[in-house]
């Protein structure tokens, strides 16, 4: 809640006309906190975590005080003096865990998934269709069969996942009903938030992509144009534009007063200008012009191995 409150107090001031950045108002009056999950160190007011029943994250934080405190709506939380270990739920579902340190307050939105291993035979999940995985894929170096499921209902869409992303972002459009069950890899929340930034740094003016495809079930894939075998399957794929005017069109970023290919190719140059300052990103960059069914977008996942194209 408290960081719910800070968030708020920044865009008001935002809006009274500060002439500053919405991202350097935020570094500014933010208190400085960091919290390493796992060995990842994130500087985020929200960190979406994906785990299974029983799993452990290790958590501790850039306050060297002692001072911080943990709090969890449920699980265990173990005290180790130097780290602090929070034990996961056996039910599948949301838990957040909090940790304060003076006035910085971060969040850890933990979801415990359903198993992989709860995929029936034919490809069917609590009686969704999910279709079945392929076995390991040499173009996706990082990609393996999927760790588990998060269970995606109303009330947990828009549970943030980053600063800038929620659920509902990534949870796929075309699976019906609820609960969904969506696949999402912490890596990809990396580079989108990375992304952002660097591009935010480049003097566009947008809060965060319009991500409209992230997750696709490999049953629902097989119907979309890159058939079986895609990144979105295991998570770690997302197509977006850069919409900053909200008009759900590719902004005109190059200023030749049209939203097309050309603006997409550039959007791509920066995500590969990110991936040569951050390798262990690499992944998949595609650049599409506008065609009957959608505008022009990019392409962006972390398969592990660079693969460049357009269309
Ligand atoms: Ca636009
Ligand atoms: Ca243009």
């Known amino acids: 809640m408290r960081a719910a409150l800070v968030f708020w107090v920044l865009l008001a001031g935002v809006g009274a006309g500060a002439t500053l950045s919405d991202a350097t108002v935020r570094r500014q009056v933010r208190p400085r906190l ?19 029943p029983g799993e452990t994250l290790r958590l501790t934080t850039s306050d060297n005080s002692n001072s911080s405190g943990w709090v969890a709506s449920a699980g265990e939380l173990v005290d180790l003096g130097t780290s602090t270990c929070w034990v996961a739920p056996d039910e599948p579902g949301l838990y957040p865990i909090i940790v304060t340190s003076g006035t910085a307050v971060r969040r850890i939105n933990a979801f415990v998934m359903i198993p992989y291993d709860s995929l029936d035979k034919k490809g069917y999940l609590k009686g969704v269709k999910i279709g079945k995985y392929p076995k390991p894929i040499e173009e996706f170096p990082n990609f393996t069969k999927p760790k588990g499921f998060i269970v995606t209902t109303p009330d947990n869409l828009d549970t943030p996942v980053s600063p800038h992303y929620t659920l509902r972002d990534f949870a796929s459009r075309t699976m019906e009903g609820f609960p969904k ?24 003016k947008f809060d965060r992509f319009l991500v409209f495809s992230g997750y696709r079930p490999p049953a629902l894939n097989k119907r979309v144009r890159y058939g079986r075998n895609s990144a979105h399957i295991f998570g770690g794929a997302a197509d977006i534009i850069l919409d900053g005017n909200s008009d759900g069109r590719l902004d005109d970023l190059n200023h030749d007063g049209q939203s097309n290919r050309k603006d997409a190719k550039l959007l791509a140059t920066y995500a590969e200008e990110l991936e040569a300052k951050y390798p262990e990103l690499t992944g998949g960059i595609g650049w599409y012009g506008r065609t009957r069914s959608s505008g022009a977008f990019i392409h ?10 357009h269309q």
């Not at 990809?188 to 566009?204: I, S, Y």
């Not at 962006?300 to 194209?309: A, E, F, I, T, Y």
């Open 34 to 52: 960091s919290v390493d999950v796992n060995g990842y160190v994130y500087d985020w007011d929200n960190i979406g975590r994906f785990v299974l």
């Open 300 to 309: 962006v996942d972390v398969r592990g191995k660079p693969s460049r194209w």
């Open 181 to 204: 069950y969506t696949v999402l890899r912490e890596e990809l929340l990396v580079k989108l938030e990375l992304l952002t930034d660097f591009v935010q740094a480049r003097g566009f």
